[in-house]
T-cell receptor, first 110, second 118 residues
């Protein structure tokens, strides 16, 4: 079964607005990663947040982690058309493999 | 060079064909992965190679046969596939699945091979 579930499944916003995606997971983790996937392409690593961190920034990306609620959020500020993609959270499973969440499909309207 | 390359980009094959997917990285990574991804679904792990040895096989049918000839190359041999095997096949690599810390490695993905089985 999937470790991470994402919410919403799909999100459509106007260019320039902020986009927030949430990820919930079931078991304790050492870290959580976020990946982006453009349609039909490979995944691109965005950011990794460790279990002892609460917030991390990278450019227009802000990731938070609440281990007590077993949840994480990804905020993209000032969205652009190029941000249109699917976004996946990923947590570690057994034997050091990672397990991807169900994903959020983000569409940015011009 | 931070790129993972995959060939071919697209592959159409019949159920009796034998074909191979290829993946290559030159980042010195010692772990390589095969994933299968269906439309609007997350990637599903198939195989993990660590230091050129198969370390994880996620109960994948034997019609998929992985091979790691050296630390830079990863192949996936396909034989007698079914139409439901049609998907995007993604290769990834990371530094080391047996890292000294408990933290999981970042994975670098190739662009994928779009496979259609007729």
């Amino acid at each position: 079964s999937q470790q991470g579930e994402e919410d919403p499944q799909a999100l459509s916003i106007q260019e320039g607005e902020n986009a927030t995606m949430n990820c919930s997971y079931k078991t304790s983790i050492n870290n959580l990663q976020w990946y982006r996937q453009n349609s039909g392409r490979g995944l691109v690593h965005l950011i990794l947040i460790r279990s002892n961190e609460r917030e991390k920034h990278s450019g227009r990306l802000r990731v938070t982690l609440d281990t007590s609620k077993k949840s994480s959020s990804l905020l993209i500020t000032a969205s652009r058309a190029a941000d249109t993609a699917s976004y996946f959270c990923a947590t570690e499973g057994s034997a050091s493999k990672i397990i991807f969440g169900s994903g959020t499909r983000l569409s940015i309207r011009p | 060079d931070t790129e993972v390359t995959q060939t071919p980009k697209h592959l159409v094959m019949g159920m009796t064909n034998k074909k191979s997917l290829k993946c290559e990285q030159h980042m010195g990574h010692r772990a390589m992965y095969w994933y299968k991804q269906k439309a609007k679904k997350p990637p599903e792990l198939m195989f993990v190679y660590s230091y050129e040895k198969l370390s994880i096989n996620e109960s994948v049918p034997s019609r998929f046969s992985p091979e790691c000839p050296n630390s830079s190359l990863l192949n996936l041999h396909l034989h007698a596939l079914q139409p439901e095997d049609s998907a995007l096949y993604l290769c990834a690599s990371s530094q080391d699945t047996r890292a000294a810390t408990p933290y999981t490695d970042t994975q670098y993905f190739g662009p994928g091979t779009r496979l259609t089985v007729l």
